[in-house]
DNA sequence: ATCCTTATTGCAACTTTTTACAATAGCACA
DNA sequence: TGTGCTATTGTAAAAAGTTGCAATAAGGAT
């Protein structure tokens, strides 16, 4: 399976090189569109890149994170799920039927620059995720 | 090791029964004051309970964060620590250093409203984890 | 004090995630 | 095109977390 988005030249933009493995996990997550967890992309990459471990993934994901190339985020009981970094957004999640929410930025943006002066710390761009009870499971 | 903090008559308000293996568990917690993994939970709480295993301590913080008696928080990677539910707060983590800082509800509590106002989702009271980077880290 | 219901537990097997380290292979450069 | 540095990978083993189910025991009722 080719396709036309190559990221090599951004990878080594980042001192990172690109290996087959990377490519199949980048190209498993661009083309599933949504959030999948490190086994999912597993089986997935597998089909493209057969000799590919799970160590392999579990690392290429947390490295792609660190540099911004993926957003991790939580799901609640530890579980956690990757996607490819695109428009900055955050979630909510009902945390009795799993049903989710994207939430916007720009409703943090006070918020971010507020806990940035008062704590010093430079906030992460993205993908907070909030847990509650959707309305349907208020009842 | 016996102290003087029984939860029985609370776990029962809520539909949980004592066992000596929430017994044990809820004193590890008391007794650290701080957050432990459940790592951390299973080997100090076999202390005082010898026969208790994992599968129980999963499922008792579990339950017991479900009714809100313990506070669950995301510490980055997937990793998940609890402490026993008391004010409310939340947590901002340097992924470089892993340094954290506490924050107050307060400036929360507008997004908060927001929020459930525009999604009709009821939101946890508790525990969110900003992650980005600390003073020292940022140079 | 005994019985009964059913929440809770332990067991055993399994899946997921992590670790250390030696082998491999990008890719910068000559 | 070939060489060297070192980031990246696979392997093997361990650790952490999950699952289904039968046995146990908490505690309300008699
Ligand atoms: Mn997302
Ligand atoms: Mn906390
Ligand atoms: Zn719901
Ligand atoms: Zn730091």
């Given at each position: 399976?080719?396709?036309?988005?190559?990221y090599a030249?951004?990878?080594?933009?980042?001192?990172?090189?690109?290996t087959?493995?990377?490519?199949?996990?980048l190209h498993?997550?661009h083309?599933?569109?949504?959030?999948?967890?490190?086994?999912?992309?597993y089986?997935?990459?597998?089909?493209?890149y057969?000799?590919?471990t799970e160590?392999?993934?579990?690392?290429?994901?947390?490295d792609?994170?660190e540099k911004k190339f993926?957003?991790?985020?939580h799901?609640?009981?530890?579980?956690?799920v990757?996607?490819?970094?695109?428009?900055?957004?955050h979630?909510?999640i009902?945390?009795?039927?799993?049903?989710t929410v994207?939430?916007?930025?720009?409703?943090?943006?006070?918020?971010?620059r507020?806990?940035?002066s008062?704590?010093g710390?430079?906030?992460d761009s993205?993908?907070?995720?909030?847990?509650?009870?959707?309305?349907?499971?208020?009842s």
């Amino acid at each position: 399976m080719t396709c036309s988005i190559n990221y090599a030249p951004q990878l080594r933009a980042q001192g990172l090189r690109m290996t087959p493995q990377r490519n199949a996990i980048l190209h498993v997550l661009h083309h599933s569109g949504g959030h999948l967890s490190p086994t999912q992309v597993y089986k997935q990459a597998r089909k493209e890149y057969p000799r590919l471990t799970e160590p392999t993934v579990y690392r290429t994901l947390e490295d792609l994170a660190e540099k911004k190339f993926l957003l991790a985020a939580h799901v609640g009981n530890g579980k956690i799920v990757y996607e490819l970094a695109a428009k900055q957004h955050h979630h909510l999640i009902c945390h009795k039927c799993g049903g989710t929410v994207q939430v916007e930025h720009a409703p943090l943006e006070l918020l971010y620059r507020q806990l940035e002066s008062s704590t010093g710390y430079k906030l992460d761009s993205g993908h907070v995720t909030f847990f509650g009870l959707c309305s349907d499971c208020q009842s």
